[in-house]
């Protein structure tokens, strides 16, 4: 098993991000740190470690100037069905959570 599953809750969360985001297509890192909003110190660690776990393939591209591109492995791949169930599940959810947040300040403020 991944050393990420082990990991702190926040750099867990972020590795989550990464990999949504490498599902769709190989990314070069700029792009990623766009995407995602984390910092490129935090990135850059994520990466690593994903790519340490066997879950990120990193390609140094030959171009000018220097560039990276990130995707993912078969491995990772295989994960595509759970985290869109995790998606499926927080759409249903995290809506229904804040419908009933909205409804309790609605009722309060009657």
């Keep these: ?29 700029n792009r990623l740190l766009r995407l995602s909003g984390a910092d490129s110190k935090t990135l850059s660690r994520v990466l690593r470690q994903l790519e340490d776990e066997g879950l990120v393939r990193r390609e140094v591209i030959s171009t000018r100037p220097f560039a990276v591109e990130y995707s993912l492995t078969e491995q990772a791949q295989e994960l595509r069905p ?16 804040a419908e009933a947040r909205e409804l309790a300040g609605v009722i309060g403020d009657a």
């Design 82 to 97: 759970v985290i869109e169930e995790m998606r499926r599940w927080g759409e249903k959810w995290v809506d229904l959570e």
């Design 1 to 29: 098993m991944p050393d990420c599953c082990n990991d702190t809750q926040d750099r867990s969360e972020w590795k989550l991000i990464v990999i949504r985001y490498l599902m769709d297509r190989p990314l070069r890192f």
